[in-house]
């Protein structure tokens, strides 16, 4: 099988797999692809540095690259490389023997209007202070609530998604986010107390 | 932020000249975690129908005529052993599945009563099919120190001032004694009666279980005499001893009043 570059960027995950097989040139169309995405999901759910974030990173590359031949094609192919950064990560948790403290959530409006939504908290009118008070939070939480919060809401991954990515049952994933919902909404609430007897 | 990322990973790959693992490691990984559960499996039913034959060859209708309350009773004769064996061997099937493709997927509430419920359907068929029986003979047989971790029967039914006692028949002198050697390998008179109930006949070179009364250190008489059952194989170790039964190579099963019973040259 051949594609030219276009057909490559425009080819799903899945077709490319072959292709890598038979020429590791090929993976950085993979690369290409997930970069940008892994490097955010793992700041979100991590307390490392950019450096550190782009360490682990490559380690993930690497064992997509080199695991290649245990994709699963009953398993979407994001969900795997999800999977894999999810696992890399607790592994250097578990290196570091540090508590996840989240440095850097990046949130843009939409996703802060869709959580305020979601949960049903109150609506700031300045969406700098909605988002600010959000990221807060989401940093306040457990691990397993903030994994749960960032890849339904921020990754937006379906719950099926998110049970292939940190293998849990989909009715472990449900009940852990409407846990981590009920959470995310208490510490919200908590911590903005006082805005609301202000406004 | 990622800089080069991408040039510097593909640099790193041709430089270490890393390659995908064959797929042949993963399906062999996939096929240790099956066969390793699935033996897990068969051993668990085996001990499924090892906790039947115990349970099922616990002489329940007898309990309250051996000085010891239904709980008492219970507690005294359980295998444990069994029991740890089958629970430790659920936890390996468990983890297995866990870890297998699609093993995430199912919860614990779910994978655990399928593993309990199949192991009770296979080790039913285990057991129906003799291997509880046979098994627990070949391991009563040769396994050291058998009595003391997987079988409590053999210490339950080994109290004769209790009016239990349990051993294999050594000898026959007539129809109202027989010579029976217990788990210390003490020799004992049994005195057998009109009243004797009989649930199976008594062989020379066979196990049983006798409720009675012990009537002198070293003489016993019995009100019920049963099978050997679970346990019993222990005992067919003293056939090889020659302190014992000098002479069981050279017995034959023949015709007699109660039915089949082993004559033995003297």
């Known amino acids: 099988m051949h594609m030219d570059p276009q057909e490559m960027d425009t080819a799903k995950d899945e077709e490319l797999i072959p292709l890598i097989l038979s020429n590791q040139d090929h993976f950085i ?4 692809r997930y970069k940008e995405k892994l490097y955010r999901y793992i700041m979100r759910i991590s307390d490392f540095s950019p450096e550190e974030a782009e360490d682990v990173l490559q380690d993930v590359f690497l064992k997509v690259y080199l ?41 843009d409006d939409d996703m802060a209007r869709q959580i305020a939504s979601n949960l049903d908290i109150e609506k700031e009118t ?28 921020l990754e937006e991954k379906s719950y099926e998604e998110i049970s292939d990515i940190i293998k849990r049952p989909s009715g472990t994933v449900s009940s852990l986010l409407n846990q981590a919902k009920k959470e995310f909404k208490k510490v919200y609430l908590r911590d903005n107390k006082h805005k609301s007897y202000v406004g | 932020m990622l800089d080069n990322f991408d040039q510097k990973l593909l640099d790193k790959i041709k430089n270490e000249q890393l390659t995908p ?3 042949w490691h993963f399906l062999l990984k996939d096929y240790v975690l099956w066969s390793a559960g699935l033996l897990a499996f068969a051993f668990g039913s085996l001990a499924t129908s090892m906790l039947i034959y115990v349970g ?14 239904l709980i008492g009773f219970i507690l005294l004769t359980l295998p444990y052993f069994w029991v740890a064996f089958f629970a430790l061997l659920v936890v390996v099937v468990y983890y297995n599945v866990h ?33 509880a029986e046979m098994v627990d003979g070949i391991l009563g047989e040769t396994v050291p120190y058998y009595d003391r971790f997987a079988n409590p029967h053999v210490h339950f039914w080994s109290h ?27 020799a004992w008179n049994v005195r057998l009666t009109e009243e004797t109930e009989m649930e199976c006949p008594v062989e020379v070179g066979f196990p049983a279980r006798i409720i009675g009364k012990m009537l002198s250190e070293s003489e016993f008489e019995a009100f019920r005499i049963m099978p050997g059952g679970p346990g019993g194989g222990m005992f067919k170790r003293y056939r090889r001893d020659p302190r014992f039964m000098p002479h069981f190579e050279q017995c034959q099963p023949v015709p007699g009043p109660m039915g089949p019973e082993m004559r033995c040259m003297e």
């Open chain 1, 29 to 32: 169309y993979v690369v290409k």
């Open chain 1, 67 to 107: 695991n290649l031949n245990e994709f699963d094609t009953g398993l979407k192919f994001s969900s795997w490389i999800y999977r894999i950064a999810h696992n890399q990560v607790i592994n250097e948790f578990r290196k570091k023997k540090a508590r996840p403290q989240h440095n850097a959530i990046d949130l």
């Open chain 1, 126 to 153: 300045d969406q700098i202070i909605l988002k600010e008070s959000i990221v807060r939070t989401l940093r306040e939480l457990d691990a397993k609530y903030r994994e749960v919060m960032v890849l339904r809401f």
């Open chain 2, 21 to 23: 693992k064959p797929r």
């Open chain 2, 56 to 69: 099922l060859n616990n002489n329940w209708e007898v309990y309250d005529r051996l000085n010891s309350s």
């Open chain 2, 99 to 131: 870890h297998t493709k699609k093993g995430y997927k199912y919860p614990l509430a779910y994978i655990l009563p399928v593993i309990f419920v199949s192991s009770i359907f296979f080790g039913g068929i285990f057991y129906r099919a003799g291997f």
């Open chain 2, 160 to 186: 004769p001032e209790y009016g239990r006692l349990m051993g294999i028949v050594a000898e026959k002198k007539d129809m109202e004694m027989i010579i029976v050697i217990d788990i210390e390998k003490q």
